[in-house]
């Protein structure tokens, strides 16, 4: 596993399974890709399970994703897994924050839970991470990992985006990732930051 593109594989074109059935995440992938010779088949348009993430950081789970598709699929693979860190509340949710959405992936509840969470804290930093991993049949890994820093607000702002982004303040930004305009998030958000990674590894000419 590499994250640079001396020793990554290169990704020839053609079918990409993204290993993902949040509508949402596959919806922002796809457009990153758009620009590249990628035929986006979606972990749900081919009936793929969506694995139990049983790994303890975001890399563990998205190479458990990712290979996971690969196999079942027999093409090469992209998963991300992504998540919320605060470090006013030991970290959390971190690696669990699909999970503090509940059985309905409600994030209208999850954003609660960490607004109650900190209750009583002054330090209201946060960041997300967004770890891409690409894989294929034959077991090759290639994993990039992305962050966004901020703060969070309260109450939520903005209807764009999924997830804890109407919530996350960015960086330098007057406005949330629930209010920003979809093609600037893209350029600044922590899957963009790990995208690019990707792109210089696995799809500019040269990467081995």
Not at 10 to 24: C, D, E, S
Not at 151 to 162: E, I
Request: charged share 25%; aromatic share 8%.
């Amino acid at each position: 596993m590499a994250e640079t593109a001396r020793s990554a594989r290169r990704f020839a074109g053609g079918p990409l399974v993204i290993a993902t059935h949040n509508k949402g995440k596959l919806a922002e992938i796809a457009e990153l890709l758009r620009p590249y010779p990628v035929a986006i088949k979606g972990a749900g348009e081919l009936g793929l399970v969506e694995p139990e993430e049983t790994g303890d950081s975001f890399e563990a789970n998205a190479a458990l994703k990712a290979s996971l598709a690969a196999d079942m699929s027999q093409l090469p693979a992209l998963a991300d897994d992504s998540g919320l860190v605060v470090p006013g509340l030991g970290g959390e949710p971190g690696i669990y924050s699909a999970r503090w959405a509940g059985p309905t992936k409600d994030f209208s509840i999850a954003m609660r839970r960490v607004e109650e969470r900190l209750a009583g804290i002054s330090d209201r930093r946060a960041y997300f991470v967004a770890v891409l991993a690409l894989a294929w049949p034959d077991g090759h890994l290639e994993i990039f990992r992305g962050e966004a820093h901020g703060s969070l607000v309260w109450p939520p702002r903005g209807s764009r985006g999924f997830g804890y982004d109407p919530m996350f303040l960015p960086e330098g930004s007057a406005l949330t990732f629930g209010e920003i305009e979809p093609a600037k998030k893209h350029r600044v958000s922590h899957r963009a930051q790990a995208f690019r990674k990707l792109v210089a590894a696995c799809f500019a000419p040269g990467a081995s």
